[in-house]
């Protein structure tokens, strides 16, 4: 898929005004957040993959942390795959988190694993949390949501890890018996 120049988000915003939002530009996009019906989500799902710009990005997929929208998670999926800017990533953790799909625990685990981008400072607790830190345990407590029982062997090796042990365990708070 081709990239839209960052000077390109006003056909976003054209189009969104095509549906009816009285959008001017990037504060009016962010201050509409939760009053998007489905057809303007799923506009605004289109353009994820599609934005540069770094800032633009993260208040698109922000306007995607919805409760229940599990129609994002493939697209935050892969853009989480695809990113490595920390910010990013954290905000894509957050929106999954904050969408509560249940059906990406194996998902969710590979990244876990094998994302190396993120992973903890080797000499931890002397280096202050990263955004890349953050968003590995956004990730951990996405989840812990999912409530799928493969989850939890994953949940308990961070939760022995250190400096993930909070998100870890808010993750396993989820599984009444464990």
């Known amino acids: 898929m081709e990239k839209i120049p960052t000077d390109t988000f006003a056909e976003l915003i ?29 506009v605004i799902l289109r353009y994820i993959p599609l934005i540069d710009d770094r800032r633009k990005k993260d208040a698109l997929i922000s306007l995607v942390a919805l409760p229940g929208f599990v129609e994002a998670t493939p697209i935050l999926l892969d853009e989480y795959k695809k ?23 194996l ?11 993120i992973d903890h400072p080797a000499d931890w607790p002397d280096v ?5 830190l953050i968003a590995k345990e956004m990730l951990l407590w996405a989840l812990g949501k999912t409530r799928d029982p493969r989850a939890l062997p994953t949940l308990k090796k961070y939760l022995r890890e ?13 599984f009444d018996d464990h």
Do not use: M
């Open 14 to 42: 054209e189009e969104l005004r095509g549906l009816g939002y009285n959008i001017q530009n990037a504060v009016d996009l962010e201050l509409l957040n939760g009053r998007y019906q489905k057809s303007a989500l799923s």
């Open 83 to 105: 990113n490595t800017d920390s910010n990013i990533l954290w905000v894509i953790g957050n929106t999954l988190l904050i969408i509560g799909d249940k059906t990406i625990a």
């Open 107 to 117: 998902e969710l685990i590979d990244l876990l694993e094998h994302k190396k981008n």
């Open 128 to 132: 202050p949390k990263t955004p890349e």
């Open 162 to 174: 250190g400096p993930s042990e909070t998100f870890a365990l808010e993750g396993i708070k989820y």
